[in-house]
């Protein structure tokens, strides 16, 4: 199985930045494409961001492109989230998440597969 630790959450200024950070165990790390999931209350966890097991591709939400940067770094086991201009409706719990396909399937809650960490709590006030 794989483990995976978000952290970097915490509370910020509309108009202010975040790096997240998923750090995984295992030694298969690169098998794996990677994503950040996020969840508001009362609604269902939608993809924000996703990186191919290379690193080579990456894919946003509409709601976050421009603002958002995804990447890896396959020798430390390691995927980022840097957010820029945050906006308060960007506040959600996010997830980081694991898929063994070359891609991050935006359905993988849906599918109750793959592998989760426990998630970190963004806030943006206005």
């Known amino acids: 199985q794989v483990q995976l630790v978000e952290s970097g959450g915490g509370l910020v200024q509309a108009g202010d930045s975040l790096r997240l950070s998923c750090a995984a165990s295992g030694r298969t790390f690169s098998s794996y494409a990677m994503g950040w999931f996020r969840q508001a209350p009362g609604k269902e966890r939608e993809l924000v961001a996703s990186?191919?097991?290379?690193?080579?591709?990456?894919a946003y939400a509409d709601s976050v492109k421009g603002r958002f940067t995804i990447s890896r770094d396959n020798t430390k086991n390691t995927v980022y989230l840097q957010m820029n201009s945050l906006k308060p409706e960007d506040t959600a719990v996010y997830y980081c998440a694991a898929d063994p396909r070359h891609f991050m399937s935006p359905r993988l809650a849906r599918e109750e597969s793959g592998y989760w960490g426990q998630g970190t709590q963004v806030t943006v006030s206005s």
């Open positions: 990186i191919s097991r290379s690193g080579a591709t990456t």
